[in-house]
């Protein structure tokens, strides 16, 4: 990301140059005629967005989270036109180099708070055919070398997924700091020739939220962990979530969960101070987790609530 001081994009001093988000690419090749063409005449809406069940390739989205073999994850479906495909790359008879026929739209879903075991789906619609399109007829046309060309197209379309992606992690076109097309170098700027390098501090707190409370958290590896969070305050907890961290309750301290809380198998609770736990259950991702331990003078009160792996 690049560091912006404007106040159309974000108005406070802090700057984070690196996510520290990972993603695991695993890249799975399917053969199928009508799952790869995307060129669907009246289920257009349908087809490009894969918000629904009615979208085009959801039977396949299902197969592929009901296949043990297959890690879960954010699933993007790269899809072509078939009339485009035919006419650019078969039969090569489109022919003025200026003009792309195939889609330049993608769609994405936002991450869900209520069903955890909802796939996120990303569609990007003709990615392969416009590299085509870039390589032999729009750059020899304009006299540009193809290593050159190739990289803008590298640019292009990483910036369109990333902003696709985006979209998966929960960031929308419009936030606290901006309303759409007011902050050009926003990943999330909806239009497609921005740079796309930058996301305000507090929205990338908000895609670390969403990976505690929303579906996205089954797509995060079992071992995660990030360390301690000592609580030090009253503080209450009414979230169904997953905790990558372990807690430390300081004696000064209260903390009330109320609700669900999926711990690492890393994680514990050390209570120095007050917890209680009323109509929740705390369990584990994978392994078993290390457990709630009571120090010193702590106190622990567990009503209506159920502690297991
Ligand atoms: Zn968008």
Redesign the pocket.
Known sequence: MVNVNNDSCYTGDDFIPDTRIRFIANKIYIRNNYWWNNNCKGEYVNGVCPTTSLWRLYDLDQQIVNNPSIPRGINIYFTEDSFNYRHLIDLQDLQDPAIFYGNSAAC?QLPSYTDYNRTSKVHELDIYSKYWWFQNLYAPANGVPWDRQRKAYANLIGRGLA??IG?SLSLE?VCNFYGSNECRVAV?S?AGSSPRNYIPPPEIGKIYACFSLSNLRSFIPDNTFLGVKTITTNYDMPYNMRLYHSLNIANTASLTISEDIVMSSEGQIEVYGKLIINDANLTSIGEKWKGITVKNNGYLEITSSNISK
Do not use: D, G, V
């Open positions: 994405s902003h696709e979209h076109h999330m909806p």
